[in-house]
């Protein structure tokens, strides 16, 4: 079976590429699988014995277009898809797959709706009698795309056509009575279903009710399955973002989200910039066109254009290169796997007798605050962030950001204070305590005027005052510390103690550039929470100011 199982060898193709040609979290995905494929997954198992019933009914369904099986037909990452999603199952129930939810980022000119389709025949074929499946799109004509393509398969397919009935408004498998019935959001209402299983086709489009109110839908479902679809829209509020954003962090380990399959076809950040020459680009965006070389021939063809005619761009980086065209000038900070190489155990001891300086982003009162210390020792930046978040919103923030607020307060990386509000005496005594719980000295405090003012006050008329010094939130002002910051951490000269709330800020945090191109950290555009970061990057200034820049800086011994 694995000889002959394609989904398998592309995976394989997936971890094995050195020429650039698949992107990062494709890569991380595949390695996830083939984990799980090899049986080394203590939560999922491969089935063979339903890999097999589903590879015969490949071997029946007729591809339209090239007229041989879809098993020959289906391209290799549809392979992934089909086989990954419908033959994981869960280890602790008989029978249940493992994944309730498949999200696939990919261009067009990739037959990703022909795919679904196949996807859904497969569940009407096998799914338990009288189940229910929907499309949902943001209007019928989207919607009914997948009961078109559905429909011109079945036609094509002398061996199912007589166990299907297809009207207008719904197409039926007969043996089992199973429904398939596509929506639309502008005028259908999604409650009220009972869905085993949807898909959200282009989810670009979409805001989150529709995903969510079939979610809901499957509450009471044993065997669930979601699948959003899209490619990249210009757009700053729909489903994909929330979703790739979920996506991301499962991969990169920063949230312990199971039974979530993501296939995220887009160009890595570092080459994201070089689209008008990286062919790269075109290539982890568009897998068909790794093997299929006029598609790639025609894209070519359509970068040129959008090169040379602006009218032409939007639609090009955003439509065959899943790049948000409006915010190109938006970025990641830094790649986690970079931040993670600086992760080293730092004792409190370390310390002691050392010069510190801290970086406070003290939020709205129903947020999270953080505090940084970093100080500079032979050659390297040292640091220790902790963040403090409202006790009684530990549930609802662990629901709404996907990330697990009790564990990093468990870890010690967070502390919870005040009930529905931030207990700001709780943040000032940390402060206050630093120098005799650490043994260190508090040269300064750099703060962000907002929401501060009275913190401040009270720190610097504490018995022990702390100098404390307003960092305005300016690109003329931050870029430099910014930029010492990012830099450091691609030279391995910055160090942290194991903090997934810190690392999880670092994922979520998104750089634009001012007009002089000065690089600084977005909050408005960053994905998340980015206050760790953003009080890290002020201590980081006072520290550049005070030491790296000054003429009497001396190196710490």
Known sequence: MAKELKAVEYCKFCIN????????YVKKQALVWLDIYSGHDKYAYFSKKRAK??????RIIMHPDLHVSMYDGLERYAHFFVYAVLCTMRRDRKNVRYYETALLEICRKNFKTFNAAVVFIILMCLEPPFSRLFSVAPDYKLSSELRLAVRKILKCSPALTKHFKITRDMITMLDTQTEYTPLAYSTDRMDGKLANAFLADEAGALDNYPVEAMRSSQITIRNKLGIIISTQYPNDDNVMIDEIDIAKKMLDGLNDEKGYFALLYEPNDEIVNNWETDDN???????VSV?????FEDLIKKRSRAIAYENKRENFLCKHCNIKYKSLGTEGFVEITKVR???EDIPDSFWRGKTVYLGLDLSMSNDNTSVAMVCFYKGRI????????PEESIERKTDKERFDYNRSIKNGECIACGDLIIDYSVVEQYILDIEKTYGCTVYQLGFDRYNALSTVQKLE???EPVDCVEVKQHSSVLHPATKLLYESILKREFAYSDNLLLENNFSNARCTYDTNLNRYVNKKKSSGKVDMVVALIIAVHLLNVNELLSESWAVQT
Do not use: H, W
């Not at 019933?53 to 490949?58: E, P, Q």
């Open 17 to 24: 590429d050195t020429e650039g040609k698949v992107g990062r």
């Open 291 to 295: 093997t299929n070389e006029e598609i």
């Open 281 to 287: 680009v075109i290539y982890q965006s568009n897998p």
């Open 341 to 343: 190489e600086c992760k």
């Open 382 to 389: 040292y640091s220790k962030i902790m963040g403090f978040i």
């Open 53 to 58: 019933r589903i590879t015969a009914l490949l």
């Open 461 to 463: 008329a504490a018995d």
